[in-house]
């Protein structure tokens, strides 16, 4: 054989190896998306979502509140007297589940708002932080797209307990991590930025304990206090 028939041969064989490398190495990250996927397309069938729709709402200044379980549980009616609230919150939702229903539960009511809030149940599960960003940068494009003012709110964290006992693996620090990158997409991208952890969280980071309920969920101080962190915002942004 030719010597340039050694060369291509050479050049093919590195480049298999290469290629056989690369997979090995990528191969759990494409597990990961996989099993983020899986878990977004879990909704479809639900048979027991209960978003609250309210038909009379059909002034301009409706706000949609997106959310899983501590939105679910907020009961706005409490706090708000004279503002159209719509409750978007799914218990059990993730990021990509948010994004999925995007058009039915936050386009389609023309809001002038729509908070954004992601529950901790998104850094119990093996789903790549990449994606969870993602599916943010891709809600608040799809908002502004249909005129939509985006509010990033962070997320709540959980006790000291319950990180302890309940999970595997340190959530406080993922939700930190998670929402100090929230901040600052929102500064560089001109968004609101909703603060609920600082006014929940104790000085480890940790959501204090008189604010919850089971760990992870609010009780009805904790409640007050998500409130009037978004009723100082809104009264910001009006």
């Known amino acids: 054989m030719s010597r340039w028939v050694y060369i291509l041969l050479a050049i093919s064989l590195v480049g298999n190896v290469a290629a056989f490398f690369l997979i090995r190495k990528l191969w759990p990250h494409r597990q990961n998306a996989i099993l983020a996927w899986a878990a977004t397309e879990a909704w479809v069938g639900e048979q027991n ?23 679910q549980g907020f009961d706005q ?7 159209p609230f719509i409750n978007s919150g799914v218990n059990g939702h993730v990021s990509g589940q948010y994004l999925l229903r995007f058009k039915q539960d936050v386009i389609d009511y023309h809001p002038r708002v729509a908070v954004i809030k992601l529950c901790a149940i998104n850094f119990t599960r093996n789903i790549p932080v990449e994606i969870t960003r993602d599916n943010v940068m891709m809600m608040i494009q799809l908002a502004r797209a249909n005129g939509i003012e985006p509010i990033l709110a962070t997320t709540i964290p959980i006790t000291e307990k319950f990180d302890h006992q309940r999970s595997p693996k340190n959530i406080t620090r993922e939700i930190e991590d998670f929402n100090l990158w929230l901040k600052e997409y929102a500064r560089k991208n001109n968004s609101a930025y909703l603060d609920y952890y600082a006014d929940l969280a104790d000085e480890r980071g940790y959501l204090r304990e008189e604010y919850s309920t089971d760990g992870l969920h609010l009780n009805e101080e904790g ?6 962190c978004l009723k100082k915002l809104l009264k910001s942004t009006q």
């Open 49 to 71: 979502r209960k978003v609250t729709r309210n038909p009379s709402v059909s002034n301009d200044n409706k706000i949609v509140l997106l959310g899983a379980s501590i939105t």
């Open 77 to 83: 009616s409490k706090y708000f007297e004279d503002t």
């Open 223 to 228: 409640y007050k206090i998500m409130a009037a």
